[in-house]
């Protein structure tokens, strides 16, 4: 059974920083990424890595802010997340892809088959 569990997340300020760390444990070939949920809006991509951690992918509204790395020995995932805004709030989910040693980088919420139970991020002006 696949068991992914997010932690990191917390109440911050406009501009302050947090890292979400996941546990991952036997997702070593898989892509694994990040996902958020605002209040009455629907879940969005935030971020991916591929199985090695050679290529990452991140959605235009954390480009330059956010930073996703993953460490297999460890068997874990991590998103840096620098100069926070109140969109930024929500629900942050980790997830893994269905399909493992996948070429091409997911952003579809349909391609992860296995989420955590989310950890939530705020961020107040």
């Known amino acids: 059974q696949v068991q992914l569990l997010e932690s990191g997340g917390g109440l911050v300020q406009v501009g302050g920083s947090l890292r979400l760390s996941c546990a991952a444990s036997?997702?070593?070939?898989?892509?694994l990424g990040w996902f958020r949920q605002a209040p009455g809006k629907e879940r969005e991509f935030v971020a991916a890595?591929?199985?090695?951690?050679?290529?990452?992918y991140y959605a235009d509204s954390v480009k330059g802010r956010f930073t996703i790395s993953r460490d297999n020995a460890k068997q874990t995932m991590s998103l840096q997340m620098n100069n926070l805004k109140p969109e930024d709030t929500g629900v942050y989910y980790c997830?893994?892809?269905?399909?493992?040693?996948?070429?091409?980088?997911?952003?579809?919420?349909?391609?992860?088959?296995?989420w955590g139970q989310g950890t939530q991020v705020t961020v107040s002006s």
């Open positions: 890595i591929n199985w090695s951690g050679s290529n990452t």
């Open positions: 997830a893994s892809d269905r399909t493992p040693l996948r070429p091409i980088l997911q952003i579809s919420t349909n391609a992860f088959g296995s």
């Open positions: 036997g997702r070593a070939l898989y892509q």
